[in-house]
């Protein structure tokens, strides 16, 4: 029986990440950057007013650091004719005379001599002739040429997560397109001959296929492009016909409820000429038996998971999400790990190492992680579905562990998607 960690060493060597792709701004959001995107240009690309108000030489409205008010907080005498406006986008040059000001909206050119902007809520907003009722000082409330980034400054690094303020950044740069490492195609297929889809009423000794649909939403959640290829005839010829159509569109295959019983060796032999397929026990539970080899003429990574749900997703969890997440050039593929306190006892399988669902919480008086045993407590069943919608994180048991009292530390895994 082979280690959990030795597994993982065996699936892990076989990632290989799609070659990058240049894809439009609008579709890089959640992919990581590939390139070092240099700016050519100044950002912003000319000086410009920061906020709505008038745009002024600072000379002009005296910096002595107080309000324009007498003693009766009346606002004193201190106005200036106002001679135009600019408004955001305009291409109309002005040039500022000493001692006037001009009406300026945010984001407008700033005229020429001006070195400051009266906010506008510090006047009295007059179109004529502006009362001034608070100083500014030089370069107040102005956005200056290459404030945010100058010609060859690097705006979005390599090995970057583009999120919303670096689809914005590179947009304010100039770049339509963005080299990126694209998501892993991975194809979800369920065989079993007790399977029906949702949309039809299954009858005796028939279930719903619940596999497919939710390996793919979990293959999703880890990043990839996924392609929900269904239930597959169990028929051998049929089947691989199916499984090598796969091979070709998809970086990784996943097939679901090959292992375990006769259907195990059906799969297998199958497939046993498209490539290395071994079923193996790993020391885990749930889901210690699997499947994994590396099929077709480009070697793709296939994994053959159980048909209970419960340890088909958690198998995902554990072997087949960090070789997405390493095919998505991410430097961390595991999922962060915390120490919590249990607030139940819980038992485990011995010689395995237990991923068990549970709940974790915080104390908030101390900030202590805690964690409520979901699927590990005694007399609990390890194969409910429902625990395991309710479940946000995994309980790590060691395989020398059989039982954990309350109140003991336990490491745990949190399921909450991290970019």
Do not use: W
């Not at 409205?61 to 106002?82: H, K, M, N, W, Y």
């Not at 269904?230 to 016909?241: F, I």
């Not at 193996?280 to 590396?294: E, L």
């Not at 069943?381 to 994180?393: D, G, I, K, R, V």
């Amino acid at each position: 029986m082979r280690s959990v960690e030795e597994q993982q060493t065996i699936v892990t060597a076989a990632a290989v990440a799609p070659r990058p792709v240049r894809v439009a701004i609008s579709e890089a959001q959640g992919l990581l950057c590939a390139e070092e995107v240099v700016t050519e240009r100044p950002l912003p690309g000319f000086d410009q007013a920061a906020i709505d108000g008038y745009a002024v030489r600072s000379v002009d409205v005296q910096s002595a650091g107080s309000d324009f008010r007498d003693e009766d907080g009346a606002p004193t005498e201190l106005s200036l004719p106002v001679v135009g406006e600019v408004t955001a986008g305009s291409r109309q040059p002005i040039r500022l005379q000493p001692r006037q000001a001009v009406k300026v909206d945010t984001g407008a050119p700033l005229p020429t001599l001006a070195d400051a902007v009266l906010p506008l809520e510090s006047t009295d907003g007059g179109r004529a002739r502006v009362e001034i009722y608070k100083l500014v000082r030089s370069g107040d409330y102005v956005r200056r040429v290459g404030d945010d980034v100058q010609p060859g400054d690097v705006a979005v690094r390599a090995g970057t997560i583009i999120g919303a303020a670096q689809v914005g950044l590179l947009a304010a740069v100039g770049r339509d397109k963005v080299l990126v490492h694209p998501r892993p195609r991975l194809s979800v297929i369920s065989v079993g001959g007790e399977l029906v889809d949702v949309d039809r009423s299954p009858g005796p000794g028939q279930v719903y296929d619940v596999n497919s649909y939710a390996l793919a939403a979990a293959a999703r959640d880890a990043g990839a492009d996924v392609n929900r290829v269904g239930m597959a005839n169990t028929d051998a010829g049929r089947l691989r016909d199916v499984v090598e159509g796969q091979l070709i569109r998809s970086e990784i295959v996943v097939i679901a409820g090959a292992v375990g019983g006769g259907a195990s060796e059906d799969v297998h032999d199958a497939l046993a000429d498209l490539g290395n397929l071994e079923i193996d026990r790993v020391a885990m539970h749930p889901g210690s038996v699997q499947g994994f080899g590396q099929l077709g003429r480009d070697e793709v990574p296939t994994f053959l998971l159980p048909s209970n749900p419960v340890s088909a997703l958690v198998v995902f969890e554990v072997m087949v999400r960090p070789l997405i997440r390493i095919a998505l050039g991410r430097r961390q593929p595991m999922r962060r790990i915390v120490s919590a306190r249990t607030v139940s006892p819980i038992t485990s399988i011995e010689d395995r190492k237990g991923f068990l669902r549970g709940q974790l919480m915080r104390d908030e008086a101390t900030g202590e992680y805690l964690v409520q045993a979901l699927g590990g407590a005694p007399g609990a069943s390890s194969h409910l579905l429902a625990t395991l919608a309710e479940a946000n994180c995994l309980v790590l048991i060691d395989p020398e562990v059989t039982e954990v009292r309350t109140g003991d530390q336990v490491d745990v895994a949190f399921l909450a998607q991290r970019s």
